[in-house]
């Protein structure tokens, strides 16, 4: 902890005088998903030097950019089919804010948006050629976070960010199991009278051990042939299940 705290203060101090310098650390940097992955409490610590009375920190954990492809159930024909697709090229897979206090006490909405802080103001940028109004760019959008949300991948942590003594605070944040892996980043904003005014980030990683990892590897280099052995695989479970039933 000692160690820690040094390297905040040499961060801090590093920073440009004519900002607020903050600094954060992770007290692990690397996550290790294993086939029994049921989710992660990550803590995650900081310092900021210039903190004063009214100031609040906000801390944002964002997972690496997936492509996503949204559609529209409409009925055509008296059928219902997926219709207008829209693609977001690189949203985040994951996106979680811990703060101070709630987001809408900390800065206006038009600061949030254009800073891509919050569920609610995660960067989503369609690619090119939807041909869809901005009305309806919003309802895939707020779809999007929707959707997101209750999988536990796009959150808020109202509260999760405590500070302690000596200007250090504290964040909390949860992974769910349904994280994927890759490299996560964290930043840290420092806001002042609704204007963000100093941020810092730090890299995480999240990868795969064990079986899980051997698994994911041969699939990602050898494609063709992990699918056929998952396909001789459910053919031998069959056999194996249609041979049991019989003796009975």
Same mark, same amino acid.
């Given at each position: 902890?000692?160690?820690?705290?040094?390297?905040?203060?040499?961060?801090?101090?590093?920073?440009?005088?004519?900002?607020?310098?903050?600094?954060?650390?992770? +007290?692990?940097?690397?996550?290790?998903?294993?086939?029994?992955?049921?989710?992660?409490?990550?803590?995650?610590?900081?310092?900021?030097?210039?903190?004063?009375?009214?100031?609040?920190?906000?801390?944002?954990?964002?997972?690496?950019?997936?492509?996503?492809?949204?559609?529209?159930?409409?009925?055509?024909?008296?059928?219902?089919?997926?219709?207008?697709?829209?693609?977001?090229?690189?949203?985040?897979?994951?996106?979680?804010?811990?703060? +101070?206090?709630?987001?809408?006490?900390?800065?206006?909405?038009?600061?949030?948006?254009?800073?891509?802080?919050?569920?609610?103001?995660?960067?989503?940028?369609?690619?090119?050629?939807?041909?869809?109004?901005?009305?309806?760019?919003?309802?895939?959008?707020?779809?999007?976070?929707?959707?997101?949300?209750?999988?536990?991948?796009?959150?808020?942590?109202?509260?999760?960010?405590?500070?302690?003594?000596?200007?250090?605070?504290?964040?909390?944040?949860?992974?769910?199991?349904?994280?994927? /892996?890759?490299?996560?980043?964290?930043?840290?904003?420092?806001?002042?009278?609704?204007?963000?005014?100093?941020?810092?980030?730090?890299?995480?990683? /999240?990868?795969?051990?064990?079986?899980?990892?051997?698994?994911?590897?041969?699939?990602?280099?050898?494609?063709?042939?992990?699918?056929?052995?998952?396909?001789?695989?459910?053919?031998?479970?069959?056999?194996?299940?249609? +041979?049991?039933?019989?003796?009975?």
């Amino acid at each position: 902890m000692i160690a820690m705290i040094a390297s905040f203060l040499l961060a801090a101090l590093a920073a440009p005088p004519d900002r607020p310098p903050v600094a954060l650390a992770l +007290t692990d940097e690397e996550v290790r998903v294993t086939s029994g992955f049921t989710g992660a409490r990550l803590i995650i610590y900081g310092v900021a030097p210039a903190w004063q009375a009214g100031d609040d920190l906000i801390v944002v954990l964002q997972g690496p950019d997936q492509q996503l492809r949204v559609m529209r159930k409409q009925r055509v024909a008296g059928v219902w089919m997926n219709t207008a697709p829209v693609t977001y090229p690189a949203a985040p897979s994951y996106y979680a804010a811990a703060s +101070t206090r709630p987001l809408t006490e900390i800065a206006p909405p038009n600061v949030l948006r254009s800073q891509g802080v919050g569920a609610d103001y995660v960067p989503l940028r369609p690619g090119p050629g939807t041909g869809q109004s901005s009305a309806q760019l919003a309802e895939y959008r707020d779809a999007v976070v929707r959707l997101k949300g209750e999988r536990g991948l796009y959150r808020n942590e109202e509260g999760g960010v405590r500070l302690q003594a000596a200007n250090l605070f504290r964040a909390e944040v949860r992974l769910p199991a349904e994280a994927p /892996v890759g490299q996560y980043e964290a930043e840290v904003i420092l806001f002042r009278n609704g204007e963000a005014l100093a941020r810092e980030t730090t890299m995480l990683n /999240v990868h795969r051990a064990g079986i899980g990892r051997a698994i994911y590897q041969w699939a990602q280099s050898l494609g063709l042939f992990y699918g056929l052995a998952a396909v001789l695989i459910a053919m031998l479970a069959g056999w194996a299940a249609a +041979t049991l039933f019989r003796s009975r």
